[in-house]
């Protein structure tokens, strides 16, 4: 896998909810490349919870939608919008494992709205929750003006992200 390089970081009033590394209240998600497949490595912390020792359904959310928006930073090198999400809850996630696993990757792309597949899996690799984000993209010239955005690239070398 390789890590993929944040594009904002560093940038003045960058404050994202899902990736950036400095919000204090913020998940801090990065994210990883393999194949066709965007992939984040989380670690669950126990003010994240709903229920005693359950990841709230709406951090779980939090993640998937943001993983998404990740595919398409990377995969279509430009921003967009959710527009829709579907979200499945199969299993419920402890506060108190050690990580769990993200994957997503694009389903399918009609001009420009893109349907991307998420899943979130357990620290055993049982799949948890899955959801189908719809996503508005913008064209690359408005990605560029409004987001700041010029492309999502990866690091050079090969890594084993620690679990």
């Known amino acids: 896998m390789k890590k993929i390089i944040n594009p904002w970081k560093g940038m003045e009033g960058y404050?994202?909810?899902?990736?950036?590394?400095?919000?204090?209240?913020g998940v801090k998600m990065e994210f990883y490349e393999e194949d066709d497949e965007v992939i984040s490595i989380w670690r669950p912390r126990p003010e994240y919870q709903g229920w005693i020792d359950t990841l709230h359904g709406g951090i779980q959310a939090v993640l998937l939608d943001e993983i998404c928006a990740w595919v398409v930073l990377?995969?279509?090198?430009?921003t967009g919008v959710t527009s829709k999400m579907e979200t499945r809850y199969r299993k419920s996630i402890n506060t108190n494992d050690?990580?769990?696993?993200?994957?997503a990757h694009i389903k399918e792309?009609?001009?420009?709205?893109v349907l991307i597949e998420a899943r979130l899996y357990n620290k055993n690799g049982e799949l948890c929750t899955e959801a189908i984000c719809t996503y508005f993209t913008f064209p690359k010239e408005k990605a560029k003006e409004e987001m700041h955005f010029l492309s999502c690239g990866v690091e050079d070398e090969e890594i084993l992200p620690l679990i």
Do not use: D, M, W, Y
């Open 74 to 78: 990377r995969k279509l090198q430009t």
């Open 15 to 25: 404050n994202c909810f899902g990736c950036a590394p400095n919000n204090e209240a």
């Open 98 to 103: 050690s990580h769990v696993v993200l994957k």
């Open 109 to 113: 792309v009609k001009r420009n709205i």
